[in-house]
C-alpha cells in the first residue's frame, strides 16, 4: 500500500509538473461547456427569410409585419421570378421564400380563401422544418385574429405545459450531452496516451522488471487523472448552475458518485487501448477519430435513439456516454434519485469490470 | 525542388510503412461515412405518447384514435391518473401526456368550448417543440371534423382561411440522409487532415528525428511543404472515397459541378493542414497536440452549422463561426452538391478559406524554429 501510494505521489508530480498540459486539461473542458451551453440551441432564429409581395395590400402588410416582429425572422423583400428565387436559396444565406399572390387581401375578404406560397432551402432539413412550422403558427394565428367578432364554436382549446424547461432553453440537454461527451473523451486520451506512451520511450520496461505489481503500475498511473476529471466535474457543475442557470434538482452527492462510476469506467477504457495499441499515434486516432463522432451521435442529446435502426440502437448501448448522459439528465434536471437509475448504473459498473478485467488479461499475456 | 522531391518520398514512406495508420485513415472514416448518417435522423416520428382519459366518451376514444393513425405517434401508455403517466416521462417511455377532462365531450357540445391538457418533456427542445404542434394541429383538425358534424355549412364558410402552399426546393421529400451525408464527410476529412498533420511534427520532435532536418540547411517553407503535401493528397483520396460512398451508398449526387466542389476542397484542405501544422510547431507532446486538436475539432464540428443551426446563436458565437473552417466546408458542400450552386456563388467561400491557408500556413512556418 505504502509502495502504491508511493507510486501515485510519482505520477501525481509527472502530470502536474507538465503546467501545458494540465492549463489544456482543464481550461478545454471549462470553455467547451461554456461555449456550447450558450451557443446550441435547437431553435431557429434571426433565420433570413425573403419575401416576394405582389399583392401589397392591407392584408399581406399586416401579415408581414407580425411575420417580422417574431424573433425568428428577418424579412428582405424583393421581387423575383422563379429562376431567380433559385440563384437566391445557391447564394446561401436565404432559408425560405414567401410568397403573397396578387389579389391577397380581396381573396381573403370576399371569397374568404387565399393563398401563400412558402418555399423552403431544404438542403438544411432541420432548419427548413422549423421555419416552415413557425411559419404556418404565425399565419394560423393571424388568420384566428382577422375578425374578432367571429368566434368558433365548440373550440377544444389544447393548454400545453412545457415540463422540466419551460423556456425550452438549449442548455437542459446541451450541458448534460457536452459533459458525458468532454469528460470520456479526455478521460480515454489522457489515460491510453499516457500508459501507451511509457511503452513507446522504452520506460514502460523499467516498471515492469521491478517488484512492483504490473497491475498497480497501471492503476497509479489512472489515479490522478481521475482526480483531474473530479475536479473538472466540480468546475463544469459549478458552472452549469451558477452561469447557465441550469438547475440540480437532484442529490449532488449521487451525481458526483455516478460521474466517479463513469470516470472509471472511461479510464478502464483508456487502458483497455493503450493496452491493445503499440504508438501514441494509433491510440490517439483510434480514441480521437474512431471515437469523437460515434460518441456523439449515439449519446442520445443531438439524434434521438429511438429513431435510429435497431442495429444502431443495439451499438448506442455499448457507448458509455449515452447511459451517462441519461443518468446526468436525470439527477440534475428531473431530480431522480438511484431507484430510478440503478439500471444506468449497473450497466456502467458492468463496462467497467469487463474492461478491466479484458485489459489485466491480455496485460499479462504480453509480460510471459 | 530537388530536396521537396526527397523528402516527400520520406514522407511517404513514413505513412505507407505503419499499415495499422493506413488502415485508419482510409478505413475508419468510411466505415463511419456509412454508419453515421443512419444515426442522425432528427426527424419527429415516434413520439412516445400516453393518454389520460377522464372522459372516456366516443369524442375522447375517436380523438385518440386519430392521434395515433396520423403516424407520429406511439400509444406507448393509457393511465389512469397524470400521476402515473408523469412517471413515464420520468423513465423517458412518454414524451407527452395528454390528459382529457372529465365531462368533455358533454362540455364542448354544452358550453360551446373546453380544454384539453398537454404536458410536454420539455428537456429536448426540437422534439417539444414540434411535438407539441403536431399534436396541436391534430386537434385542430379534429375540432374542425366535429364542427362540420354539429354546424350547418353556410355558417362556416364566414371564416377566411389561408391556404399555405409549402414546397421545400432541393431535398423535396426532406431526407434526412440527402442533407446530413455532405455534413458528415465534410467532417470527417476535416478530422483526418487534422488529426495526422497536428501530430507529424511534434511526433518528429518527441522521438528526437527532427534534430537531423534541422542541421540539414533544409529551408523552413520547404520542410512545411514537405509536410503538407502527403496529407493533401491523402485527405483528397479520402475525400473522393467519401464522395463514391455518398454517390452508391446513399445515391447522393452532385448537383453542382465536381471541378468547384475540387476546387474549394483544396484550398480548404491546406487551410485545414496548416491549422494542424500550427498546432504541431506549438506543442512539445503528442497528447498536447492531441488536447488542443480535440478541443478545436469539438469547436469546429458543434459551430459548424451541421447539428444546429448557426443563425440561433448568440451574435459572439456566430462571431466564432466566422473563424471556423468547417463552416464554410458544410456550406459549400451543401451548396454545390444539393443546390447545385456554380464557383461564382461560392466564391466569397473560397477566398475566405484561402486566406485563411495563407495565414495558417505562414505562421506555422514562421513558428517552426530550426534551433532549441
Known sequence: ?368 | MRTLRFLLRKEFRQIFRDKAIVAMIFFMPMVQLVLMPLAADYEVRNIDLSVVDHDKSPYSQKLISKIVASGYFRLTGYNASFKEAFGLIESDKADLILEIPHDFERNLIREDHEKLFVAVNAINGTKASLGGSYLGSIIGDFNADIRMQLVTPPRFSKFPVIDVVASNWFNPVLNYKVFIVPGILAILVTMVGGFLSALNIVREKEIGTIEQINVTPIKKHIFILGKLIPFWVLANIVFTIGLLVARFVYGIVPVGSLLTLYAFISVYLLAVLGFGLLVSTFCDTQQQAMFIMFFFMMLFILLGGLFTSIDSMPDWAKLITYANPVRYMIEVMRMVILKGSSFVDVLPHVGIVSLMAAILNGWAILNYKKTN
Open chain 1, 1 to 368: 500500500m505504502k509502495q502504491f501510494l508511493a507510486f501515485v505521489r510519482k505520477e501525481f508530480y509527472h502530470v502536474l509538473r507538465d503546467r501545458r498540459t494540465l492549463l489544456i486539461l482543464f481550461g478545454m473542458p471549462i470553455a467547451q461547456i461554456l461555449i456550447f451551453g450558450f451557443a446550441l440551441t435547437n431553435e431557429v432564429k434571426d433565420s433570413e427569410i425573403l419575401v416576394v409581395d405582389y399583392a401589397k395590400d392591407n392584408a399581406s402588410r399586416a401579415l408581414l409585419t407580425k411575420i417580422g416582429s417574431s424573433r425568428y425572422f428577418r424579412i428582405r423583400q424583393a421581387a423575383l421570378s422563379h429562376r431567380e428565387i433559385l440563384s437566391t436559396f445557391q447564394k446561401g444565406k436565404i432559408k425560405a421564400v414567401v410568397v403573397f399572390p396578387a389579389n391577397f387581401n380581396e381573396d381573403l375578404l370576399h371569397h374568404n380563401k387565399a393563398q401563400i406560397q412558402v418555399i423552403t432551402d431544404a438542403s438544411d432539413v432541420n432548419t427548413a422544418n422549423l421555419v416552415a412550422n413557425y411559419l404556418s403558427s404565425i399565419i394560423l394565428d393571424y388568420q384566428n385574429g382577422i375578425d374578432a367578432t367571429l368566434e368558433m364554436p365548440y373550440r377544444i382549446i389544447p393548454e400545453v405545459r412545457m415540463l422540466y424547461n419551460p423556456q425550452l432553453k438549449g442548455a437542459h440537454g446541451f450541458v448534460p450531452g457536452v459533459m458525458a461527451l468532454v469528460l470520456l473523451l479526455v478521460s480515454v486520451m489522457m489515460t491510453a496516451i499516457s500508459i501507451v506512451r511509457e511503452k513507446e520511450t522504452g520506460t514502460m520496461e523499467i516498471l515492469l522488471v521491478s517488484p512492483f505489481k504490473p497491475v498497480l503500475v497501471i492503476f497509479a498511473k489512472a489515479f490522478p487523472y481521475l482526480v483531474l476529471s473530479l475536479v473538472n466535474v466540480t468546475a463544469i457543475l459549478l458552472l452549469s448552475v451558477f452561469v447557465l442557470d441550469l438547475p440540480v434538482k437532484g442529490s449532488v452527492p449521487l451525481l458526483f458518485a455516478e460521474s466517479t462510476l463513469f470516470i472509471v469506467t472511461c479510464l478502464a477504457l483508456g487502458i483497455f487501448i493503450s493496452i491493445k495499441t503499440a504508438s501514441q499515434q494509433i491510440a490517439m486516432l483510434i480514441s480521437l477519430m474512431g471515437m469523437l463522432l460515434p460518441t456523439m451521435m449515439f449519446s442520445g442529446f443531438l439524434f434521438p435513439i429511438e429513431n435510429m435502426p435497431v442495429p444502431l440502437q443495439v451499438i448506442s448501448n455499448v457507448v458509455p456516454s449515452k447511459w451517462f448522459y441519461i443518468i446526468v439528465k436525470s439527477i440534475m434536471i428531473k431530480g431522480l434519485g438511484l431507484t430510478a437509475l440503478w439500471k444506468e448504473t449497473l450497466i456502467l459498473l458492468g463496462m467497467t469490470v469487463f474492461l478491466l478485467l479484458v485489459s489485466l488479461k491480455s496485460f499479462k499475456i504480453r509480460l510471459q
